[in-house]
């Protein structure tokens, strides 16, 4: 079974919420801090395959909200939104996770979650 990979940046709230959960629950997972590590464009292309662009874009929090008007107005397809993730990893809606089975989701889900890992 391949492991489950967990990307995001250790101090976000969902984050941490997210791998207590996954600890409590007894399964193992490789975490990817993209503060430090960076975003793997590979991966990166991945996720916008299976997902698209804009569940991945946080609108939301801190970062996407100090960016100007001129840069929060440019996205607006996939490839505008990739470039501003690759340049700015904190507007990536957290965590990404990428399930042993291959699949990709984006956030926090308990009940999803516990559905997927049977």
């Known amino acids: ?28 997972v490789t975490f990817h801090d993209y503060k430090k ?4 464009e590979p991966r990166l292309d991945a996720w916008l395959q ?10 939301q929090g801190t970062t996407w909200r100090k960016l100007d008007d001129a840069t929060k107005d440019g996205v607006h ?11 700015q990893p904190s507007v990536i ?12 989701t984006v956030g926090f889900q308990p009940d999803d979650w516990s559905a997927r890992l049977g």
Request: hydrophobic share 50%.
């Open 50 to 59: 299976a997902l698209g662009w804009e569940p991945l874009v946080n609108r």
């Open 93 to 104: 809606k957290r965590p990404v996770v990428e399930w042993a089975n291959g699949q990709v």
């Open 37 to 40: 590590a960076g975003v793997p």
């Open 1 to 28: 079974m391949t492991a489950i990979t967990l990307y995001g940046i250790p101090n976000c709230d969902t984050v941490k919420r997210a791998r207590a959960w996954l600890a409590d629950h007894g399964i193992a």
């Open 77 to 87: 397809d996939a490839a505008s939104a990739r470039a501003l993730m690759l340049q």
